[in-house]
């Protein structure tokens, strides 16, 4: 698992603007099965976006993130006090005891090299008969191949809904619902436009950019220099964009052929569950079935 600096570096660009709320994100805001106000933990909560809509909607938020300059601008932008530079083994540190009605952590356990361990560390802030949601990608979502993404040191694991479930239950919690984001318009026009490769990409922007697992290799210096290259690059830019139009270009196909997709059962990036924190007391509650939600 890359160190706070390599996140620091890799994600400069995105951790110094408003991001939009995530599938994940506005699943658990529409939840009827998730509370509606209570005291929430946000673990890597980035530059603040989910904190500050659960805040509007009547949450007491504190959040946790390792990027430095995500909290500073979740702090300075979003007015997020209570936003720290910690993973939750030092957040627990400085705080044992504190608990919390809802433990969130989206697009977070894919990239966790010891995902009990640190489920394990997000439960001890799960107060008695808490919640945790999260989100993850969907590795059964529709795609030409595993993407540059899903490799080390980006993602450590791939999830399916049963091994979600699975992991979840085995390990102190009842899931209460499981939904996949519906294929979507975007994402339809994104596959089918890989399934069109030309390479022209690649001539445009003078050579394959270097892939994550490049860059990981790479001492902070080298990283540093490679990042700017990549930021300042005309050709880069331009590939960019070649990119970005490929995919507009596929939108009128995907349009059209979207509700067969979707009667097939293709399926969008992510991957959401909600889930209780087992009791002895209580006796387990029924699992929703993948994508039901129950009142």
């Known amino acids: ?17 408003e991001m939009p709320l995530e599938p994940g994100h506005k699943f658990f805001l529409t939840d009827p099965r998730a509370p509606k106000n ?37 702090r300075s932008h979003y007015g997020l006090k209570k ?13 044992q ?15 966790q090299v010891n ?8 439960k001890r802030f799960v107060a008695e008969s808490g919640f945790i ?33 699975n992991f ?20 339809a026009a994104q596959v089918l436009g890989a399934k069109l490769h030309m390479g022209l990409v690649s001539v445009v922007a003078g050579g394959t950019p270097p892939s994550l697992a490049d860059l990981a290799d790479m001492q902070p210096e080298g990283l540093q220099i490679e990042m700017k290259r990549l930021e300042t690059s005309r050709r880069h830019r331009w590939a960019s964009r070649l990119v970005r139009a490929k995919q507009y270009a596929f939108w009128p196909a995907a349009l059209c052929l979207l509700p067969c997709l979707r009667l097939r059962g293709y399926t969008g990036l992510y991957l959401y569950c909600f889930a209780q924190k087992k009791t002895t007391s209580k006796a387990p509650r029924r699992s929703a079935p993948v994508g039901e939600f129950h009142a």
């Open 115 to 122: 995902p009990r361990a640190f489920l394990n560390a997000a």
């Open 1 to 17: 698992m890359p160190d706070d600096s390599w996140h620091e570096i890799v994600y400069q660009g995105r951790d110094n603007k």
């Open 168 to 187: 979840l239950e085995a390990n102190g919690f009842d899931v209460l619902a499981i939904r996949q984001e519906p294929l979507r318009v975007k994402r």
């Open 83 to 95: 936003t720290f530079v910690a993973r939750p083994d030092e957040y627990w540190q400085e705080h």
């Open 38 to 74: 209570g005291r929430l933990l946000d673990i890597g909560c980035g530059v603040g976006n989910f904190l500050a809509a659960a805040q509007r909607h009547g949450f007491d938020v504190t959040g946790i993130e390792i990027n430095r300059n995500a909290v500073e601008f979740a």
């Open 97 to 111: 005891g504190e608990t919390f009605d809802v433990v969130t952590f989206f697009e977070v356990l894919e990239h």
């Open 133 to 165: 949601a999260l989100s993850v990608p969907n590795r059964e979502r529709w795609q030409t191949k595993f993407e540059t993404l899903d490799y080390p040191p980006n993602h450590l694991t791939r999830w399916s809904p049963l091994a979600l479930r």
